[in-house]
């Protein structure tokens, strides 16, 4: 009984895996984030923007390597790092060679560990990890390897762009900081305390705590020790519904002061906050979206627009990954042999449609670019989030923020 | 001292709000011996169904239609799924309400996606109450405290003072005896647990717009509820209030005062490690009372279950 | 192997714990087993194979509580878990402090540790069963997966944990770097462990443990202590659930909070629940299907967790034994030998039936596509067949099939049961 069941599973199984894996000359690129579940929303968001930017950056353009077109597969990992160790898996098993992913930097380490172990495993079928969005500072500091490219400026650079601005706000003198209560929200607390007490000595951080990730119900409390701490200022790396409760709490509870974010936009948030986050809200990011950079920039936010009604261009650095891409492989003339497209992808000077020279250093394969501190405006917004009207509008711009800065890499090549 | 004021005042209504879940969930407890773990799901229908509606007609509609329209839906899954199952015994019971609460959060995503709801209180109370010490409290939730306050009072005045509460506290511990004397308990059962789902649906209505209308509002909720129930000690209804209040004001306090466990492990009288990186309890020096805030109910529930396994006002063991 | 002791109370066994007859099963699933990877070669086959391997150790080992102890616990995945991450660790000292450890024994040391964690648990959780049992494991599993994220130092923080399996000791000449030795390793404990674990059902305390779940205080007149009985299945339960997690360890390299939290403890839950918690290899079938639609349907569509979520309350619903009892059902009418008079109804229900699955979901995912995929691209294909979702009479087609062959497989229901009332008819002795 337990026998055929199995023979008749497995034989299903073998049948589904072969189907997918039908021999096309496409590039593929596997798409391994969340797809269903709670965060399948910003999942979603990636997908949709990484189609249409091989649509439209790559495909219309006449390829690369003379006419071969990219294609993204995605898979659904569930935000789990054991399933996106399987999809992985299944990705390579298929022959794709390239994998992009962002969201959560628990599954990037799962991900940049096993890339490494296969590499070194398997010589004749390796595959490049194209991480867009995860920015943990440690998968370009002491967890790097020559596999893995950041396209996203991380966690401390965000934080060296934003203390810029923040110890020119001469207004600002005390500061609270707050966030998740693992890796990320950490390193963000740790950049904040570093970075201020180089620039501002003389500025208070008031307070400087962390709580439980996503089992906060309500953040009145927070609140409203932030406010008696009388902070000028607020800085936070929360995402999800974590920065939506801590930002309505504070908003509820009469805070006026800005409150610098590195996420709280799109997939819902902008909307949320509305007319209340006009003022206080601000964020850390790369891709200047509005006001547009150029024509061409508009041009594709507004097809896009077009294209995905519900989805926003939250994720703007997805168009240099693959552009950059398309480049290295032509570079490399060949999109088998990872090690020639890394090579060729390492110190790459590329000019984004967003406006910004990005540069991927060779020493830690971090991308150096713009970074923008954005507020949350309806004022002058081009392209909006969550058809809402409001969105993001540059206020400062930090050109090629932390270019020189020092990395604990030691970059192994094969 | 005034944010002790305002902490108090924000306790009460995270308090209140866990004891419109908890009364509906306890009474449907205590009559079928079912711990209903889809109750936090129907909060969450009763939030996006407010949302729909108030995208149409406004807030104040919704108030009143969305926990009727739950009520329904929760009467609909006790006639023709639950009874079902319940001649099965009590652990298929349970687990589908399991699957069921997992199903709903799959509906809600399929109908209205996977991001936030922008919910909003409605414009007559947006606005600040009172102000202390900087601090603004909304009007919205002095509303919420009324709100609660009135169900709990109607609750009780039906439970003790009408024909109809009589039955069902008779219909708790005897049914066999009251569907001999000639009462319908089948019908009892689904209107208790009809009435117990759109309590939890009120919650939903009223919640949503401050806590937030997404698809995983029902899980940050869901286990919390039987930590408070069980604490409160199964089938009490004033246990249940008690335990509300004892979670709010306890999460509201640990998440308000920065308390570090090393400070406290100093006064003590321990000696603080030299060097502290490389202690293999460095997390525990490092520690604050807020990191820990929303798993003291459970700590609390552990220790109140190993120590009086009837909970706090319970009579029974179950 | 420890577990297999005999309770003192019932050292008069005159029958083995296993014969022959009863081992002929298990020798043709090791040969299975062994020709599995010939079948299917690929990566991910291997992978998929290897974690259905580990699902099935974990449900069988939760099996231990819930089917045969009737122990409903919220929480299991922690004693899996924690034999994990010990077994990472182990990997971590074996690659830089020299550890002297062959890895195919490193998941009995992570049994060892689920072990030790299930006895210290298991004083006071198991003084009692039902719901207070049921909400303890609740609040450990709670207590436990918080502080997987607080306290970085064992558990990693949100990154987790992660090995190189590659650094031991050769055994045999292995290195275990292939996916291939890795199987055969998997697939070497899931036969020991599943082989342990039925002899351990078969032992007078196994046996002990359905009589407590049945009737406890029968069980203690007869002079058994109930709660010692509930102790040692426990305990029982967390030694293999820490093998499962060792063998994870070996498979994935890497674990994390996920492997603690309280949708793992669910979802063995529903696994061992929808194979079904009466029979020994009702986790085992569970878990496969499990495994596979989680693994492969999510390839194929967004809204997999709905057919799941679906397909788990059908199940609670209308056979609460699980897919094994549906099967076991069968039994009776095959020995009365009226097996046959079930085929033509049920071939005659099979065509409506398939037809009411598909077009339901497809329905569904017309829906689905109609709702929320972009402007544009209103072209979807389902089942090899490219159309427009937003095409009018596509939705109508589909929903008069979906009503339709509803509405016939509720008329040929009834013939289906006639057949099944008259297929178990026993004529009575004359």
Same mark, same amino acid.
């Given at each position: 009984m337990k026998k055929l069941t199995g023979i008749i599973l497995g034989t299903?199984?073998?049948?589904?895996?072969?189907?997918?894996?039908? #021999?096309?000359?496409?590039?593929?690129?596997?798409?391994?984030?969340?797809?269903? %579940?709670?965060?399948?929303?910003?999942?979603?968001?990636?997908? #949709?923007?990484?189609?249409?930017?091989?649509?439209?950056?790559?495909?219309?353009? %006449?390829?690369?390597?003379?006419?071969?077109?990219?294609?993204?597969?995605?898979?659904?990992?569930?935000?789990?790092?054991?399933?996106?160790?399987?999809q992985l898996q299944v990705a390579i098993d298929q022959g794709i060679r390239f994998i992009?992913?962002?969201?959560?930097?628990?599954?990037?380490?799962?991900?940049?560990?096993?890339?490494?172990?296969?590499?070194?495993?398997?010589?004749?079928?390796?595959?490049?990890?194209?991480?867009?969005?995860?920015?943990?500072?440690a998968l370009t500091n002491d967890k790097c390897n020559f596999w893995h490219f950041r396209f996203d400026a991380n966690a401390d650079i965000k934080m060296d762009a934003l203390t810029d601005i923040i110890s020119a706000n001469k207004d600002i003198k005390k500061i609270y900081l707050i966030g998740q209560d693992y890796s990320f929200g950490k390193a963000v607390a740790a950049a904040a305390v570093k970075y201020l007490g180089q620039k501002r000595p003389d500025v208070e951080i008031v307070g400087n705590e962390l709580h439980p990730i996503g089992k906060v119900k309500d953040f009145t409390p927070y609140a409203r020790k932030i406010i008696s701490s009388g902070a000028d200022a607020m800085i936070t790396g929360n995402w999800g519904s974590d920065m939506v409760g801590l930002g309505k709490s504070m908003i509820a509870a009469g805070f006026k002061n800005p409150m610098y974010t590195y996420y709280a936009a799109s997939t819902g948030i902008t909307k949320i906050f509305g007319a209340d986050g006009k003022g206080p809200l601000k964020l850390v990011g790369?891709?200047?979206?509005?006001?547009?950079?150029?024509?061409?920039?508009?041009?594709?936010?507004?097809?896009?627009?077009?294209?995905?009604?519900?989805?926003?261009?939250?994720?703007?650095?997805?168009?240099?990954?693959?552009?950059?891409?398309?480049?290295?492989?032509?570079?490399?003339?060949?999109?088998?042999?990872?090690?020639?497209?890394?090579?060729?992808?390492?110190?790459?000077?590329?000019?984004?449609?967003?406006?910004?020279?990005?540069?991927?250093?060779?020493?830690?394969?971090?991308?150096?670019?713009?970074?923008?501190?954005?507020?949350?405006?309806?004022?002058?917004?081009?392209?909006?989030?969550?058809?809402?009207?409001?969105?993001?509008?540059?206020?400062?711009?930090?050109?090629?923020?932390?270019?020189?800065?020092?990395?604990?890499?030691?970059?192994?090549?094969? | 001292m005034s944010l002790l004021l305002v902490n108090l005042l924000d306790g009460l209504v995270t308090g209140l709000l866990l004891f419109m879940l908890c009364s509906g969930l306890t009474l449907i407890f205590s009559m079928m011996g079912v711990l209903n773990f889809a109750h936090a799901s129907?909060?969450?229908?009763?939030?996006?169904?407010?949302? =729909?509606?108030?995208?149409?007609?406004?807030?104040?509609?919704?108030?009143?239609?969305?926990?009727?329209?739950?009520?329904?839906?929760?009467?609909?899954?006790?006639?023709?799924?639950?009874?079902?199952?319940?001649?099965?015994?009590?652990?298929?019971?349970?687990?589908?309400?399991?699957?069921?609460?997992?199903?709903?959060?799959?509906?809600? =995503?399929?109908?209205?996606?996977?991001?936030?709801?922008?919910?909003?209180?409605?414009?007559?109370?947006?606005?600040? /109450?009172l102000t202390i010490a900087g601090n603004g409290f909304p009007a919205y939730k002095v509303f919420m405290i009324f709100m609660a306050m009135a169900i709990f009072l109607v609750l009780l005045y039906i439970l003790t003072r009408t024909r109809v509460g009589l039955i069902i506290q008779a219909a708790l511990s005897y049914p066999e005896t009251v569907q001999?004397?000639?009462?319908?308990?089948?019908?009892?059962?689904?209107?208790?647990?009809?009435?117990?789902? #759109?309590?939890?649906?009120?919650? %939903?209505?009223?919640?949503?717009?401050?806590? %937030?209308?997404?698809?995983?509002?029902?899980a940050v909720l869901g286990s919390i509820v039987f930590v408070t129930i069980v604490i409160g000690g199964l089938g009490s209804l004033w246990g249940a209030l008690a335990a509300s209040l004892l979670i709010g004001w306890l999460q509201t306090f640990a998440a308000s005062y920065n308390i570090v466990i090393g400070d406290v492990l100093v006064a003590v009288g321990f000696p603080m490690p030299v060097n502290l990186d490389d202690s293999a309890l460095r997390d525990l020096w490092t520690l604050t009372v807020s990191q820990i805030g929303p798993i003291l109910p459970y700590l609390l529930m552990v220790l109140v279950l190993v120590i009086r396994p009837q909970g706090l006002f319970g009579k029974r063991e179950t | 192997m420890s577990v297999v002791k005999q309770d003192s109370a019932g050292s008069r066994i005159a029958n083995p714990l296993i014969t022959v007859s009863q081992f002929a099963p298990w020798f043709v699933v090791i040969v299975f087993l062994s020709l599995l990877p010939v079948i299917f070669t690929s990566g991910? /086959?291997?992978?998929?194979?290897?974690?259905?391997?580990?699902?099935?150790?974990? /449900?069988?080992?939760?099996?231990?509580?819930?089917?045969?102890?009737?122990?409903?616990?919220?929480?299991? /995945?922690?004693?899996?878990?924690?034999?994990?991450?010990?077994?990472?660790?182990?990997?971590?000292?074996?690659?830089?402090?020299?550890?002297?450890?062959?890895?195919?024994?490193?998941?009995?040391?992570?049994?060892?540790?689920?072990?030790?964690?299930?006895?210290?648990?298991?004083?006071?959780?198991?003084?009692?069963?039902g719901t207070v049992f049921a909400m303890i494991s609740l609040g450990v599993g709670e207590l436990i997966a918080a502080s997987s994220i607080i306290v970085v130092v064992f558990f990693g923080g949100e990154e987790g944990i992660s090995g190189d399996r590659t650094m031991g000791p050769e055994t045999f000449g292995l290195d275990f770097a292939s996916q291939l030795e890795v199987y055969y390793l998997t697939a070497f404990w899931l036969v020991i462990s599943a082989l342990a674990m039925y002899l351990f059902s078969r032992t007078p305390v196994g046996r002990m443990a359905n009589a407590v779940r049945d009737n406890e205080e029968r069980a203690e007149f007869l002079g058994y202590s109930q709660r010692n009985v509930r102790f040692i299945s426990f305990c029982a339960s967390g030694f293999f659930a820490g093998i499962a997690g060792g063998i994870f360890a070996i498979n994935f390299e890497i674990l994390t909070e996920e492997n603690l939290n309280l949708a793992t403890s669910g979802s063995i839950l529903l696994i061992t629940f929808l194979g079904g918690v009466g029979f020994f290899v009702g986790p085992i079938i569970g878990a496969i299907v499990f495994t596979f639609l989680q693994t492969v349907l999510s390839l194929y569509t967004e809204i997999w967790q709905l057919y799941l979520g679906t397909l788990f309350l059908l199940t609670v619903m209308f056979f609460p034994f699980g897919l094994t009892g549906l099967i076991a059902m069968h039994m009776r009418p095959y020995q009365l030998g009226k097996i046959s008079l079930l085929v033509k109804p049920y071939l005659r229900m099979a065509i409506p039936g398939i037809v009411c699955v598909l077009s339901f979901s497809s329905l569904l995912e017309i829906a689905f596509h109609a709702k929320h995929a972009a402007i544009g691209e209103e072209h979807m294909s389902l089942f090899g067949f490219g159309f427009n979702s937003y095409n009018i009479l596509l939705w109508l087609v589909v929903l008069v099939l979906s009503i339709g062959s509803g509405w016939l497989c509720k008329r040929l229901a009834v013939g289906v049961r006639e057949a099944w009332d008259e297929a178990n008819f026993v004529e009575p002795r004359s």
């Amino acid at each position: 009984m337990k026998k055929l069941t199995g023979i008749i599973l497995g034989t299903v199984m073998a049948g589904m895996l072969a189907s997918t894996a039908i #021999a096309a000359d496409n590039i593929k690129i596997a798409f391994i984030d969340p797809l269903s %579940g709670g965060f399948a929303a910003t999942g979603q968001d990636g997908l #949709a923007q990484y189609r249409f930017a091989a649509e439209e950056l790559v495909n219309k353009t %006449g390829g690369v390597l003379g006419g071969t077109k990219f294609e993204i597969v995605p898979f659904d990992n569930k935000i789990s790092p054991k399933e996106s160790l399987i999809q992985l898996q299944v990705a390579i098993d298929q022959g794709i060679r390239f994998i992009a992913q962002g969201n959560s930097s628990g599954v990037a380490h799962a991900i940049t560990a096993a890339v490494k172990k296969h590499n070194k495993r398997n010589p004749d079928k390796r595959v490049l990890f194209l991480n867009y969005s995860a920015v943990d500072p440690a998968l370009t500091n002491d967890k790097c390897n020559f596999w893995h490219f950041r396209f996203d400026a991380n966690a401390d650079i965000k934080m060296d762009a934003l203390t810029d601005i923040i110890s020119a706000n001469k207004d600002i003198k005390k500061i609270y900081l707050i966030g998740q209560d693992y890796s990320f929200g950490k390193a963000v607390a740790a950049a904040a305390v570093k970075y201020l007490g180089q620039k501002r000595p003389d500025v208070e951080i008031v307070g400087n705590e962390l709580h439980p990730i996503g089992k906060v119900k309500d953040f009145t409390p927070y609140a409203r020790k932030i406010i008696s701490s009388g902070a000028d200022a607020m800085i936070t790396g929360n995402w999800g519904s974590d920065m939506v409760g801590l930002g309505k709490s504070m908003i509820a509870a009469g805070f006026k002061n800005p409150m610098y974010t590195y996420y709280a936009a799109s997939t819902g948030i902008t909307k949320i906050f509305g007319a209340d986050g006009k003022g206080p809200l601000k964020l850390v990011g790369e891709g200047q979206i509005n006001p547009p950079a150029s024509d061409r920039a508009d041009a594709y936010a507004k097809a896009y627009k077009a294209k995905y009604p519900d989805n926003d261009l939250g994720q703007p650095r997805i168009a240099n990954v693959i552009e950059m891409l398309a480049k290295a492989i032509d570079k490399a003339g060949t999109a088998s042999d990872m090690v020639a497209v890394g090579t060729a992808l390492e110190g790459m000077e590329h000019d984004s449609i967003w406006g910004s020279k990005i540069l991927m250093r060779a020493k830690d394969h971090q991308a150096i670019q713009d970074v923008h501190i954005f507020g949350h405006t309806d004022e002058g917004v081009a392209h909006d989030f969550d058809n809402s009207g409001f969105g993001l509008k540059v206020e400062n711009t930090v050109k090629m923020a932390s270019a020189d800065s020092a990395t604990t890499c030691k970059m192994e090549r094969p | 001292m005034s944010l002790l004021l305002v902490n108090l005042l924000d306790g009460l209504v995270t308090g209140l709000l866990l004891f419109m879940l908890c009364s509906g969930l306890t009474l449907i407890f205590s009559m079928m011996g079912v711990l209903n773990f889809a109750h936090a799901s129907f909060y969450m229908l009763g939030a996006y169904f407010a949302y =729909q509606i108030s995208t149409y007609v406004g807030f104040w509609p919704g108030l009143i239609l969305a926990p009727i329209i739950v009520g329904l839906a929760g009467a609909l899954v006790e006639r023709y799924g639950l009874r079902r199952v319940h001649k099965f015994g009590h652990v298929p019971e349970l687990v589908f309400t399991f699957g069921l609460a997992l199903l709903i959060e799959e509906i809600v =995503q399929f109908f209205w996606g996977k991001s936030h709801m922008a919910y909003e209180p409605p414009a007559l109370l947006n606005f600040t /109450a009172l102000t202390i010490a900087g601090n603004g409290f909304p009007a919205y939730k002095v509303f919420m405290i009324f709100m609660a306050m009135a169900i709990f009072l109607v609750l009780l005045y039906i439970l003790t003072r009408t024909r109809v509460g009589l039955i069902i506290q008779a219909a708790l511990s005897y049914p066999e005896t009251v569907q001999n004397l000639g009462h319908n308990v089948p019908l009892v059962f689904m209107g208790v647990f009809g009435v117990g789902t #759109a309590l939890a649906g009120v919650a %939903g209505v009223i919640a949503g717009p401050t806590l %937030g209308t997404f698809p995983g509002m029902a899980a940050v909720l869901g286990s919390i509820v039987f930590v408070t129930i069980v604490i409160g000690g199964l089938g009490s209804l004033w246990g249940a209030l008690a335990a509300s209040l004892l979670i709010g004001w306890l999460q509201t306090f640990a998440a308000s005062y920065n308390i570090v466990i090393g400070d406290v492990l100093v006064a003590v009288g321990f000696p603080m490690p030299v060097n502290l990186d490389d202690s293999a309890l460095r997390d525990l020096w490092t520690l604050t009372v807020s990191q820990i805030g929303p798993i003291l109910p459970y700590l609390l529930m552990v220790l109140v279950l190993v120590i009086r396994p009837q909970g706090l006002f319970g009579k029974r063991e179950t | 192997m420890s577990v297999v002791k005999q309770d003192s109370a019932g050292s008069r066994i005159a029958n083995p714990l296993i014969t022959v007859s009863q081992f002929a099963p298990w020798f043709v699933v090791i040969v299975f087993l062994s020709l599995l990877p010939v079948i299917f070669t690929s990566g991910a /086959a291997l992978t998929i194979m290897n974690q259905m391997a580990i699902t099935i150790i974990f /449900a069988l080992a939760y099996n231990m509580l819930l089917g045969q102890g009737g122990m409903l616990s919220f929480g299991h /995945a922690v004693y899996m878990g924690l034999g994990g991450f010990f077994c990472v660790h182990l990997m971590n000292m074996i690659e830089y402090d020299g550890l002297w450890l062959p890895l195919p024994l490193l998941p009995f040391f992570g049994g060892l540790f689920g072990l030790v964690f299930a006895l210290i648990i298991g004083t006071f959780s198991t003084r009692r069963a039902g719901t207070v049992f049921a909400m303890i494991s609740l609040g450990v599993g709670e207590l436990i997966a918080a502080s997987s994220i607080i306290v970085v130092v064992f558990f990693g923080g949100e990154e987790g944990i992660s090995g190189d399996r590659t650094m031991g000791p050769e055994t045999f000449g292995l290195d275990f770097a292939s996916q291939l030795e890795v199987y055969y390793l998997t697939a070497f404990w899931l036969v020991i462990s599943a082989l342990a674990m039925y002899l351990f059902s078969r032992t007078p305390v196994g046996r002990m443990a359905n009589a407590v779940r049945d009737n406890e205080e029968r069980a203690e007149f007869l002079g058994y202590s109930q709660r010692n009985v509930r102790f040692i299945s426990f305990c029982a339960s967390g030694f293999f659930a820490g093998i499962a997690g060792g063998i994870f360890a070996i498979n994935f390299e890497i674990l994390t909070e996920e492997n603690l939290n309280l949708a793992t403890s669910g979802s063995i839950l529903l696994i061992t629940f929808l194979g079904g918690v009466g029979f020994f290899v009702g986790p085992i079938i569970g878990a496969i299907v499990f495994t596979f639609l989680q693994t492969v349907l999510s390839l194929y569509t967004e809204i997999w967790q709905l057919y799941l979520g679906t397909l788990f309350l059908l199940t609670v619903m209308f056979f609460p034994f699980g897919l094994t009892g549906l099967i076991a059902m069968h039994m009776r009418p095959y020995q009365l030998g009226k097996i046959s008079l079930l085929v033509k109804p049920y071939l005659r229900m099979a065509i409506p039936g398939i037809v009411c699955v598909l077009s339901f979901s497809s329905l569904l995912e017309i829906a689905f596509h109609a709702k929320h995929a972009a402007i544009g691209e209103e072209h979807m294909s389902l089942f090899g067949f490219g159309f427009n979702s937003y095409n009018i009479l596509l939705w109508l087609v589909v929903l008069v099939l979906s009503i339709g062959s509803g509405w016939l497989c509720k008329r040929l229901a009834v013939g289906v049961r006639e057949a099944w009332d008259e297929a178990n008819f026993v004529e009575p002795r004359s």
